[in-house]
């Protein structure tokens, strides 16, 4: 294990630290050997680490590894190892393809934390059980620095509503409230948009630290939660450590300089986030 405050590269030219998992494609995508339904869908997923179509492709810029999703198909790259207690850095910058379902809608994509379980446990069927720091263009669908419930995961916010039956908002003054699980609100949004034109690397930071994390957005806080858990049966487990996954969302979108490093604590400048 690295010790705290030392950075550690996850990316590098042959993918070594990661795995992939692709959903159901769309019925224009062909995949061998895959059942289809008398309709013509897919009745099964493509499953682990299969990608043919180089979904998940690493090509190199001035020297450095740059990660493509081309977003063809739903799913995710993730980690082989599990995380917990880290901070996680990394830069991200919108491509141009879109694939169906989303031809007319903003590009997105997002990153998975604590993901535990098998995937395609979510709506989607992309997906494990975790939590998400959504990346999305700036739209009414929302901004990057949000949260999402992905399967049943649980988590507490201060968030408010800005009028009756409205989309939740990250706002420190409000009380908290909790979402996802069984029956909560599935999505809060960022307290503000601070993603710069698409094109431009963006930062992105994930600090998580027993059931507590931040989404950091260029430098500046949008979003803070605890408790992180979910519900299994009558009970309510805490969901604080699993791997980090980076969606494919049928919209390409690149990242690079992706690293982790351990933390001992809340680190100091964000401990009023959690008053």
């Known amino acids: 294990m690295a010790a705290a405050g030392q950075w550690q590269p996850l990316l590098d030219n ?14 224009n995508t062909t995949v061998a050997g895959l059942a289809r339904d008398d309709s013509g869908e897919y009745a099964e997923p493509v499953g ?16 450095e590894p740059v990660l493509r999703i081309s977003g063809e198909i739903y799913g995710g790259i993730f980690t082989r190892q599990d995380f917990s207690n880290y ?14 379902p989303r031809q007319q809608l903003p590009l997105d994509t997002g990153i ?51 009028e009756e039956d409205g989309p939740y908002q990250f706002d420190m003054a409000a009380s908290v409230k909790t979402f996802g699980g069984n029956d909560g609100p599935i999505t809060c949004g960022a307290s503000h948009n601070n993603e710069k034109p698409s094109g431009q690397w963006n930062t992105l930071e994930l600090i998580t630290y027993g059931d507590k994390s931040l989404h950091i957005v260029n430098g500046e806080v949008v979003m803070a939660l605890s408790q992180s858990a979910f519900p299994e049966g009558d009970t309510v ?18 990242f690079r300089r992706i ?15 959690f008053k």
Request: glycine fraction near 8%; aromatic fraction near 16%.
């Open 112 to 162: 998975l934390y604590h993901g535990t379980g098998e995937h395609g446990v979510d709506y989607w069927r992309s997906w494990p059980l975790s939590q998400e720091f959504q990346i999305i263009e700036k739209s009414e669908e929302g901004l990057t620095g949000d949260w999402w419930k992905i399967a049943h995961s649980q988590i507490d916010i201060r968030c408010v509503q800005t």
């Open 259 to 273: 690293e982790w490093r351990p933390v001992a604590e809340i680190p100091d400048q964000f401990t009023a986030f």
């Open 14 to 27: 042959h993918l070594s630290q990661w795995r992939t998992y692709l959903g159901y494609p769309d019925t």
């Open 87 to 100: 901070h996680l850095r990394l830069q991200f910058k919108w491509g141009e393809q879109k694939w169906p």
């Open 48 to 63: 682990y680490d299969r990608d043919e179509w180089n979904v998940f492709s690493v090509s190199s810029d001035s020297g």
């Open 237 to 254: 487990k805490p969901l604080t450590q699993g791997q980090i996954v980076l969606q494919s969302e049928a919209g390409e979108v690149y």
